[in-house]
Structures are given as structure tokens and as C-alpha cells.
């Protein structure tokens, strides 16, 4: 089978090796036959060397979709046929945050295509516990982004009830655009994103996200005021990853408020602490996600509630993902998200 090999930075190998076969599955384990898979701006990070915990040489792809061909004996989440995904966290299970439920922290935590190998060969084994099966009708191509959905589904439910509450989104890439959506499907009143991207703000209102501030253009302040009036904004997502985001958000946002910081920063941002405490502010971190946030991405989007398709800029064959790479890095302000195609 094929196998898409990360060496060391910018430099893919492809390999032929012994396909995985159903006897090689144990009691709890399901063999997939990988379809689809969405590049992630960490992989294209790793890509170029630029991420810290990048264990080379790797195999990549931790979005994926398939079809189950083979099962263990004791599985029943799915049987050979069903269309499939599968979280791609390795955790210990033992440690005080897995005890308590948030795996998604696990002390000693791996994720395939980064500490552990992934997907990005044409068979891949996932144990039945971070599997997901997906509805009968449910495009393969979608499967593939339920890993990326479900980062938003999870830092929504980090932000606690949004019913009722003005909510603004820096940052409209493919992660924003999806946190700014299942907080529409959350119930918030209003949800401004911005960005500094007409285009990402287009696509953004293109998915059903109505309300959209350039703020290269606007500044936050001004725009907030013109759109929420005297009401303000309640809830906030930092997604942008700069620190003049996450610094005027703390400057609008209204007293007593919540801004979750979903971003990862390649530089350390200088905060006001002053500030944070002055308005009582609370700052709120989010990690990936757990099972139910994939469960809760494959239902709202299977509902027609979380909109996916102008969110895919393009596909790649297979054997085209240094193609794939080099087109993301050369259209970073239009590209959104790449799908990679391992049909047969």
C-alpha cells in the first residue's frame, strides 16, 4: 500500500509497504480503507519545520474519512461497509486528566501525525474507542473535516451557554469560520468574525455567517458599536493568533465576560493584567476536543447547521501532497482548506 512519509522538513517520501489486512486486527480494532484527507495548518507547520513537537520522520494525516473493510470480533460501533472517522488522540488513560474525563489533556498525549504516525497511507488500523461512524449518505470529503469541526463544537462548549449572548470571532480561516458557526447552532444572538481578509469574510458570510468586520479596515471598537450597539458582546473566540486580536477583544469585550483562546500563538502576546482584573475578565483555553464533539460535528453538519463546502479551496491526488503543501504556503490568504483524494 501507499504510505506519505514526512522525513524531515520539506522533504515527502512515498513508500510502497505490506498492506494491513483483517488478521492483523484485534478484538476491538477496525481496518480502515482511508478516502479523504484535509491538510491542517499544524501539518503545514511541520511541513516547514516551524512546529516543536513534530517527532520526524512521520506519517501524516490526522483528518481523514474511509470505509470500514474489516472489524474485530468484539466491535459493534461499526461494521465492513460503514463510511467511518476516528479521533487521531493517543492517551494514556491513566493520568488525573484522563480519570477525570478530559483526555483531551492527557499528561502523556500523542497525536498521529505528529508524536505517532497517521493516516496518509491507503490502510490504516484505529481502536473502536476513537472511532466515529458516519451516516450512510455522508460525503466522504465531509468526513474528512469532522477532526477540524470538532475543534470548533469543543471551544463552543467551552465558552458555557451562549443563548441570548453577542458573540464576536477574530480570526475567519477554516477554524474560525467553524467556531463562528456552532456558535450560531449554540443559540448566540449575533456573531460578528473578523478578519483582515475580504476574501476569508466572504467565504465566512457564504456560510451562513451574516455578520463580518475588517478590521484593517474598521476597527473592532467601531464596528462593534455599530452592530451591537449598547448591548456589546458577551462571549468572545481569539483564533487569530496575534496579539493586537486578543488585545482588543480584551479592550471591547463587555465587563465580567469570557474570551476563549483558541489560537496558538507562535509568539508569547503582552497582556494588560491590570485590565483582566479591573473588568474581571476570564481567559479560557481549549485543547482539540473529545468523542462528543465529534458526535456533536457529524450531527449538526448531517442537519444541514454547519456549512462545509465553501470552505474546501481545492483537492490533491495523493501522490500531489508536496503539491498540496506548496499551494497552501503560496495562497495563504485564499486557501482554506485542502482536501487530499486517496480514491483507487
Given at each position: ?123 490504516f488500523i484505529v481502536s473502536e474507542d476513537r ?22 463544537a469543543h471551544a463552543v462548549s467551552r465558552a ?185
Open positions: 500500500m501507499r504510505q506519505a512519509v514526512l522525513m524531515a522538513p520539506e522533504r515527502i517520501e512515498f513508500r510502497e509497504v505490506p498492506d494491513l489486512t483483517a488478521a492483523q486486527l484485534g478484538d476491538h480494532e477496525i481496518l480502515i480503507d482511508v478516502r479523504k484527507i484535509g491538510v491542517c495548518g499544524s501539518e503545514i507547520h511541520s511541513y516547514h519545520g516551524q512546529h516543536p513537537a513534530t517527532f520526524y520522520p512521520v506519517v501524516q494525516g490526522h483528518e481523514y474519512s474511509g470505509v470500514a473493510v474489516a472489524v474485530g470480533r468484539a466491535v459493534t460501533k461499526c461494521k465492513a461497509g460503514d463510511r467511518v472517522t476516528a479521533r487521531p488522540q493517543l492517551v494514556c488513560g491513566e493520568c488525573n486528566p484522563c480519570r477525570r474525563g478530559q483526555y483531551n489533556v492527557c499528561e502523556h498525549l500523542r497525536v498521529q501525525a505528529f508524536q505517532a504516525d497517521g493516516a496518509a497511507q491507503d490502510y472511532l466515529v461512524k458516519l451516516p450512510d449518505d455522508f460525503s466522504l470529503e465531509y468526513g474528512a473535516m469532522i477532526e477540524p469541526a470538532a475543534v470548533g458555557g451557554d451562549l443563548a441570548g449572548r453577542n458573540v464576536v470571532v477574530s480570526g475567519a480561516g477554516a477554524i474560525g469560520n467553524l467556531v463562528a458557526q456552532f456558535a450560531l447552532a449554540a443559540g448566540a444572538r449575533r456573531v460578528l468574525i473578523t478578519d483582515v481578509s475580504d476574501y476569508r469574510l466572504e467565504v465566512a458570510r457564504r456560510c451562513g455567517i451574516a455578520d463580518t468586520l475588517n478590521v484593517a479596515k474598521t476597527p473592532l471598537r467601531e464596528g462593534v458599536k455599530e452592530l451591537f450597539g449598547e448591548e456589546g458582546f458577551q462571549v468572545a473566540f481569539e483564533v487569530a493568533g496575534v496579539e493586537s486580536s486578543v488585545r482588543s477583544l480584551m479592550e471591547c469585550i463587555e465587563k465580567g465576560s469570557r474570551i476563549v483562546i483558541v489560537a496558538v500563538f507562535a509568539k508569547d502576546p503582552a497582556l494588560s493584567m491590570f485590565h483582566l482584573g479591573e473588568h474581571e475578565l476570564t481567559l479560557v483555553g481549549t485543547m482539540m476536543y473529545r468523542h462528543e464533539d465529534y458526535l456533536d460535528a457529524v450531527e449538526r453538519i448531517a442537519a444541514g447547521k454547519i456549512c462545509l463546502e465553501p470552505l474546501v479551496t481545492d483537492r490533491f491526488a495523493f501522490e500531489q501532497y508536496d503539491e498540496a503543501y506548496r499551494f497552501i504556503a503560496d495562497n495563504k490568504e485564499k486557501c482554506m482548506k485542502v482536501i487530499v483524494d486517496l480514491e483507487k
